[in-house]
């Protein structure tokens, strides 16, 4: 007949608690050696002026200022900026293309214009290159007529404005998650609560433990991404996106007038999704308000072309202009040039010439 088994002697619950208390500490201790040989984080550097525009004046952000025919300057990261005498960003264009032209308009706001970026290193500059460079008949313009500043509503304004007299052959619209703003929009978050927010995250950022310093910004971006507590920027576009049906309807309005206004000039319209460069991983909050707004366009006749593959896996600071500036960086542009020219050769025929 078996013994009974009785309870663990005292000895037994004091080796138990050893044993636990050893796991924790050397599991501490083997995150932190990780951190400490793990390579840093890659930030992004600063824009170092040239110095042939050392002494050009510093530019507002000022849609009066960006769109203004003629102005040269830099931007406040220092970047070179400069628009043509029609007043769009970019190189002299004659208005009607020229035989054996494909020419390409994208409108958008800041992210399309390149706040943040030299001339020569916007999306629109990088896919014109990638598209000239696999061809070998059809020469590829890009007008880059984005401006900072602008909501889907003014950027049919702006389409108004150059679309007629440039003729696109494409018109692509370069949609960012706060073009949705306008009267309808409810402001839900404040300078103060970001600001407090960033405090936050950065509370243990001079810790002298490297495990800590990891960890802890992870458990608060995490934290945010699950809860999207009141007074978050993530929190006041998903409730105008998913919640707020006035301004939704609005936006609504002003695709449909997009996709209308290009019909109409025989440019068809494809739209290009800027990702939030945030919460890059399998979590990222943003997949519902990209697959509505894709939903949109399609049901318009409009394709859309996503961009958050091509950058998720990366550290979103990473392809920020600054820790303050979250508009993609000279390599944030050149993926999303990368995705949107992989975008536009998965397209029917009909919208680029058959290489």
């Known amino acids: 007949m078996a013994a009974n088994s009785g309870p663990a002697p005292p000895g ?44 050009l004046p510093r530019l507002k952000q000022s849609v009066f200022i960006l769109g203004a025919p003629n102005t040269e300057g830099l931007l406040p990261s220092n970047a070179y900026f400069r628009t043509n005498s029609a007043g769009f960003r970019g190189p002299e264009t004659s208005p009607r293309a020229g035989p054996g032209v494909f020419r390409i308009a994208i409108l958008g706001d800041s992210v399309t214009m390149g706040s943040g970026v030299s001339n020569d290193e916007t999306y629109s500059v990088h896919l014109a290159r990638m598209l000239n460079e696999g061809s070998d008949s059809t020469r590829f313009e890009v007008l880059n007529f984005g401006l900072a500043g602008l909501s889907a509503r003014q950027v049919v304004q702006q389409g108004s404005r150059f679309i007629p007299p440039f003729a696109p052959d494409l018109l692509i619209y370069g949609w960012t ?29 001079q810790s002298r433990s490297y495990l800590l310093r990891a960890l802890w910004p992870r458990a608060i971006v995490l934290w945010d991404r699950l809860t999207a507590p009141r007074g978050t920027y993530l929190e006041e576009i998903r409730f105008n996106y998913l ?64 961009s958050i593959d091509a950058v998720t896996g990366y550290d979103g600071a990473s392809l920020w202009v600054s820790q303050f500036d979250p508009h993609p960086n000279p390599l944030g542009h050149e993926i999303f040039a990368t995705a949107l020219l992989n975008g536009l050769r998965d397209l029917p025929k009909g919208y680029l010439p058959r290489r």
């Open 12 to 55: 037994g619950f004091f080796a138990l608690g050893l044993l636990t208390v050893f796991g924790i500490l050397a599991a501490v201790a083997l995150g932190e050696i990780f951190f400490r040989l793990a390579p840093p984080a890659q930030r992004p550097k600063p824009q170092v002026v040239a110095a042939e525009h050392r002494n």
């Open 177 to 205: 998650a706060n073009d949705i703003e306008g009267p309808a929009y409810q402001h839900r978050s404040s300078k103060a609560t970001r600001k407090a927010m960033h405090k936050r995250r950065q509370s243990h950022a």
């Open 243 to 306: 919640s707020n049906d006035r301004a939704w309807k609005d936006f609504a309005t002003a695709l449909a007038d997009i996709v209308h206004f290009g019909e109409d000039h025989n440019a068809p319209v494809v739209v290009f999704l800027h990702a939030q460069l945030s919460f890059l991983n399998i979590l990222h909050p943003y997949h519902a308000i990209y697959d509505k707004v894709a939903t949109a366009a399609t049901q318009l006749g409009a394709p859309t072309i996503q």
